[in-house]
């Protein structure tokens, strides 16, 4: 009995190889971050290393994602953290998520939550130094000001969206 359920997974994991998820490759860059904000060349070598394989349009794939289910495990993780943050869609978000997504990059690099360690076990040059992190936040934190300096308070708040309840 336990030969026929490993059999019957050795040929799933066989026939799993030739399906495999959808490549983040577009590289469209039309509404990069940069377009927008001017990016310092050190800003930039930090967020290459450490961000734009699961934060942008164009992902560097390891050998080991055309080996399925890692694949599709590394597909939803990229999935996931486009949907968080998108460098190259940054300059399309409305200026109020602008601004909360640079506040969320500062607090997690301080934090020390991105990049995520499951990333860094694997790609230990993505590990951003004391310094790297200051940049990087200070960076943020420029834009922020700029932000607040030209806009409105009120639209720099992120607005509950309304439940259908509510409406």
């Given at each position: 009995?336990?030969?026929?359920?490993?059999?019957?997974?050795?040929?799933?994991?066989?026939?799993?190889?030739?399906?495999?998820?959808?490549?983040?490759?577009?590289?469209?860059?039309?509404?990069?971050?940069?377009?927008?904000?001017?990016?310092?060349?050190?800003?930039?070598?930090?967020?290459?290393?450490?961000?734009?394989?699961?934060?942008?349009?164009?992902?560097?794939?390891?050998?080991?994602?055309?080996?399925?289910p890692l694949g599709f495990w590394l597909a939803d993780h990229v999935k996931e953290g486009k949907s968080e943050m998108n460098f190259n869609e940054f300059a399309s978000y409305r200026?109020?998520?602008?601004?909360?997504?640079?506040?969320?990059?500062?607090?997690?690099?301080?934090?020390?939550?991105?990049?995520l360690p499951s990333y860094t076990l694997i790609h230990s040059e993505a590990k951003l130094?004391?310094?790297?992190?200051?940049?990087?936040?200070?960076?943020?934190?420029?834009?922020?000001?700029?932000?607040?300096?030209?806009?409105?308070?009120?639209?720099?708040?992120?607005?509950?969206?309304?439940?259908?309840?509510?409406?």
């Amino acid at each position: 009995m336990i030969k026929k359920i490993l059999i019957g997974l050795l040929v799933a994991l066989i026939i799993i190889q030739f399906f495999g998820p959808e490549r983040n490759l577009s590289g469209n860059t039309q509404n990069d971050i940069s377009t927008k904000y001017p990016m310092p060349d050190s800003v930039k070598a930090i967020v290459n290393k450490a961000c734009v394989d699961c934060h942008s349009n164009k992902t560097a794939y390891p050998w080991y994602a055309s080996i399925q289910p890692l694949g599709f495990w590394l597909a939803d993780h990229v999935k996931e953290g486009k949907s968080e943050m998108n460098f190259n869609e940054f300059a399309s978000y409305r200026i109020a998520k602008q601004n909360h997504k640079l506040e969320e990059v500062i607090e997690q690099v301080k934090e020390g939550e991105m990049p995520l360690p499951s990333y860094t076990l694997i790609h230990s040059e993505a590990k951003l130094t004391e310094a790297e992190k200051v940049t990087l936040t200070q960076w943020c934190q420029s834009i922020m000001d700029s932000l607040k300096a030209t806009y409105p308070a009120d639209s720099l708040k992120l607005k509950k969206k309304k439940t259908e309840s509510a409406k």
